[in-house]
């Protein structure tokens, strides 16, 4: 039994997908209606996950305790699987994450209109390079499926599709590749997918 702190579209909501993937038990509480939330985590930030001995926190590694604590194709026996799974979410949560952090932190911080725009678009433009480079590894595993995890989704995929939807949030033109766009659009139509987005809306 797990309880996951959430904040409602952020990144906290792939933690939730691949829990309900897992087919785990979980409690979700919204780090907004949590006093004193740093006791938990104390850089504020979620996910926080709760185990049954510790409070884990970072994305990235919430995500490996899962996936290495319960069989599924999310990770494979095989040691070139298992690195290809951890490069995937490293691009993801180290690389993308923060890509589309710069449009938040301009958007709260630079003050000077021009200054932002200008900012916001190259931020975008970098954005859009990252999805290009997620575009090419899907094509060069299309033969696998159409994730980046072959026929299942991997948590990078996951992570991918909860980040794609930060972009509506900006006036900024943001590129992604028509088959990176089909594998979000596939995870989106997920159960698990479905559920978490309904469940934090409920919370
Ligand atoms: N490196 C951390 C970053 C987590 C992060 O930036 N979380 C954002 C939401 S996606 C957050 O909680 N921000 C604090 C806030 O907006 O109050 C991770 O990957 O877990």
Known sequence: MYTLYFMPGACSLAVQVVLRELKQKFTLINKLHT????????????PALVTQDKVLTEGAAIMLHLIQSHPSSFWSSDPKEQQ???ED??????????????L??????IESVSEREHFLKKAAEQI?????SVGMRLESRAHLGPFLGGQQPSVADIFLTVYA???A??????????NVQQMLDRVRERDSFKAAVSAEQSN
Not at 90 to 101: I, V
Not at 169 to 178: S, W
């Open 169 to 178: 949030h900006f006036f900024v033109d943001i590129q992604i590749p028509d």
């Open 84 to 86: 290809q799974t951890i």
């Open 35 to 46: 006093e004193n939330f740093t006791a938990i985590n104390p850089l504020g930030n979620v």
């Open 104 to 109: 938040f932190f301009a958007t709260h911080n």
């Open 89 to 102: 979410l490293m691009l993801a949560n180290a690389t993308m994450h923060p890509a589309y952090g710069r």
């Open 165 to 167: 939807s930060w972009g």
């Open 128 to 132: 859009s390079l990252v999805w290009q």
